[in-house]
């Protein structure tokens, strides 16, 4: 069995890591670069780094700040944020990240999943599905509705029918964020996991709503996933990476070694 993946997650505005509650109060919590050093230093399995409001702005990501963090990390390393052309991610894996993530862009144009997959490769090419519960319809049978552009927009589209239509095209993952959890720190929402993460044949990792160690290992166990993203867990200090391995090691869930 593989192990599970622990991966901090960077929301970047402005060339500062912010953390905001369902999508909105962000504040200022410090700098990507350091931040990412110090997760990897911790034993962090991989980074994720989005430009949170790349989209909204329609402004190109921050490659700067993208390739100044990769060269301080020596694990796998998403980034997201803005990406919308094949160049766009070009440029985002020339500047050092193992893999990019297409999130508004993808809804808006999907053959952007098919065409980075076959340019980089399926490995390369991280669906981000930002999802909000919503009445069950007839145009959103499984009751979970996308969300584009860092949650402002409703698409009424169904989450389950997108994320088995990108594997189809092409994606080799999904980072699913619940904006119901995100930063609640409440725990991961575990139906829409679950839901998602027994559709597909592609790894899904958990986001939105860690707020201890038991959270991760109900949703690496119940809902399924293959990875979980942590934010305000780690960033505020309440928790280190190693706590959060040692903690699901003890309760039986493969990690990786921590140091």
């Given at each position: 069995m593989l192990s599970k993946r622990i991966i901090p997650c960077l929301d970047v505005r402005d060339g500062r890591t912010t953390k905001g509650i369902k999508f909105r109060d962000n504040i200022d919590i410090g700098d990507p670069?350091?931040?990412?050093?110090?997760?990897?230093?911790?034993?962090?399995?991989?980074?994720?780094?989005?430009?949170?409001?790349?989209?909204?702005?329609?402004?190109?990501?921050?490659?700067?700040?993208?390739?100044?963090?990769?060269?301080?990390?020596?694990?796998?390393?998403?980034?997201g944020g803005g990406i919308r052309t094949l160049e766009d991610m070009r440029d985002v894996l020339l500047a050092g990240a193992e893999k990019v993530s297409v999130n508004s862009a993808a809804v808006l144009n999907p053959d952007i999943i098919s065409r980075g997959a076959e340019a980089f490769g399926n490995q390369c090419i991280v669906l981000g599905m930002d999802v909000k519960k919503v009445a069950v319809s007839e145009t959103i049978p499984s009751g979970y509705e996308i969300v584009i552009n860092g949650g402002r927009k409703h698409m009424?589209?169904?989450?389950?029918?997108?994320?088995?239509?990108?594997?189809?095209?092409g994606a080799g993952e999904i980072c699913l964020n619940s904006i119901d959890a995100d930063g609640t720190k409440n725990g991961y929402e575990l139906e829409l996991t679950r839901l998602i993460s027994t559709a597909v044949g592609i790894p899904v990792i958990a986001s939105g709503g860690a707020g201890e160690p038991r959270h991760l290992l109900d949703v690496l166990d119940r809902g399924c996933a293959d990875a979980a993203l942590v934010a305000s867990m780690v960033h505020f200090g309440t928790y280190s990476i190693g706590q959060i391995k040692d903690f699901l090691s003890q309760n039986g869930v493969g990690v990786r070694g921590s140091w």
């Open positions: 670069v350091e931040m990412g050093r110090f997760y990897y230093e911790q034993g962090a399995d991989e980074i994720v780094f989005y430009d949170i409001t790349a989209s909204s702005d329609r402004r190109p990501i921050m490659l700067d700040v993208v390739r100044k963090v990769a060269e301080t990390i020596f694990i796998p390393f998403s980034v009424g589209m169904d989450a389950l029918w997108w994320a088995r239509e990108a594997e189809r095209l």
